[in-house]
């Protein structure tokens, strides 16, 4: 593939995509690429649509194939949330470290056995010929009750990864690319463009 639109600005999700996509897509561009890029109402009630809604509207306003992801965290103990609201669980404009305290405060008296985490991803890509196609994944995990990792954004360094004794923060982007939700769901993506070439 020539050219794809991610609907995004954040610079670290861009990183583990073109990581990902490097070989199969020649140019990757962003949402920081394009003056005047909208920013999309993410009002859906699930990710996928989250995901459709950016990636549609990303494909219109470029008319460039383009790739949206919504993703999360899904908490056990918190009934699923903060889910869709993963990006504002602290409130419209806040930053990671606030969304980490606000889950820190309301699993404040839930036990480590019963911190139960997954972190979800939907990709929704979208062609200005109409192809739309969506791909998922999925990794569990435990929520600390501190934060632990340098690496990584958002609630990575709360986020045990199963199967590793290191936080999502505490892992190398190539590991993180390769079980990661959103690296799942990347190289399902990356077969699926193989496949179209």
């Known amino acids: 593939m020539k050219d794809l639109v991610v609907a995004t600005r954040n610079r670290g999700k861009l990183q583990e995509i073109r990581e990902v996509l490097d070989g199969v897509v020649d140019m990757v561009y962003c949402a920081a690429d394009f003056p005047?890029?909208?920013?999309?109402?993410e009002d859906g009630l699930t990710f996928r649509d989250n995901a459709l809604k950016k990636a549609r509207e990303?494909?219109?306003?470029?008319?460039?194939?383009?790739?949206?992801?919504d993703s999360g965290l899904v908490v056990d103990a918190?009934?699923?949330?903060?889910g869709v609201y993963?990006?504002?669980?602290?409130?419209?404009?806040?930053?990671?470290?606030d969304n980490n305290r606000r889950l820190l405060e309301e699993l404040g008296n839930v036990p480590a056995t019963q911190r139960m985490a997954a972190f979800v991803c939907v990709l929704a890509f979208v062609t200005p010929d109409g192809v739309e196609q969506v791909?998922?994944?999925r990794v569990g995990g435990t929520i600390l009750k501190s934060e632990r990792g340098k690496g990584g954004f958002g609630y990575d360094p709360l986020f045990l990864v199963d199967g590793f004794d290191r936080t999502m923060a505490e892992l190398s982007l190539e590991e993180k690319n390769a079980i990661s939700h959103r690296g799942q769901a990347l190289h399902v993506f990356r077969e699926f463009i193989k496949q179209r070439q």
């Open 36 to 41: 005047d890029f909208p920013e999309t109402i």
């Open 58 to 69: 990303a494909m219109l306003f470029t008319g460039l194939p383009a790739l949206a992801d």
């Open 78 to 82: 918190l009934d699923g949330r903060p």
């Open 86 to 97: 993963s990006a504002r669980f602290a409130g419209h404009g806040a930053n990671d470290g």
């Open 135 to 137: 791909f998922s994944g």
